[in-house]
C-alpha cells in the first residue's frame, strides 16, 4: 500500500520524492562525514575537476542548484574538514576555486558508490538504472529542471 495520499498533485510528489532521496542520501552519506548538501558539492566537485576543471565556487553553485552564500558555506566547512582547498582564481580575485584534496577525492569516491547503490535501489521499479524506462524518467526529470518558472505569484501580478 502507497504512502502517497490518493489524488496527489505531481508537485506534492517532486516534493515527496525529493525528500525521500534527500534523507536516504544524509543516512548513507553520513558515516563517511558528509551531509546531502556537501556530497552534493564533492560529488560535482569531483566530476569537474575529472574533467579538467578547477570551478569557482559561483560556477558550482549554478551547476547544484545551490545559492552562491551556501556554497561558500559548505566550501569552508570542508575545507576546515581537510576535503577542499579554497584559493583565488588568479583571472578574478574576486572568485574562489575550489578543488577537492586528496582525502577529499577519496571520500568522495566512496560517497559515490554508495549513492549510486541508493539511486540502483530507487529505479529498480522502473527496471533499474540503465532501463528504457529510467532513461525517459531522468530525460522528464530534465525537461522539468530546463522549464523556466515565473517566481510572481498571481496576487504579486494583480498589484498596481
Partial sequence: M???????????????????WRVAVDRAVAPLGLTHAQYSLVASLYGMQRSGLRP????????????????????RTLEAAGLVERARDP??????????????????????????????QLLEPLGGLDSA???????????LLDTPLDHTSEHEKEQP
Fill in 2 to 20: 502507497s504512502t502517497v495520499p490518493e489524488g496527489a498533485t505531481p508537485g506534492f510528489l517532486v516534493w515527496r520524492l525529493s525528500m525521500k
Fill in 56 to 75: 569557482s565556487q559561483r560556477h558550482l553553485a549554478d551547476h547544484t542548484g545551490l545559492e552562491a552564500l551556501y556554497v561558500s558555506k559548505l566550501a
Fill in 91 to 120: 583571472r578574478d580575485p574576486r572568485a574562489i576555486q575550489l578543488a577537492l584534496t586528496e582525502q577529499g577525492r577519496e571520500v568522495t569516491r566512496r560517497a559515490i558508490t554508495v549513492v549510486h547503490g541508493l539511486l540502483e
Fill in 133 to 143: 524506462r529510467a532513461r525517459e524518467f531522468g530525460r522528464d526529470l530534465t525537461t
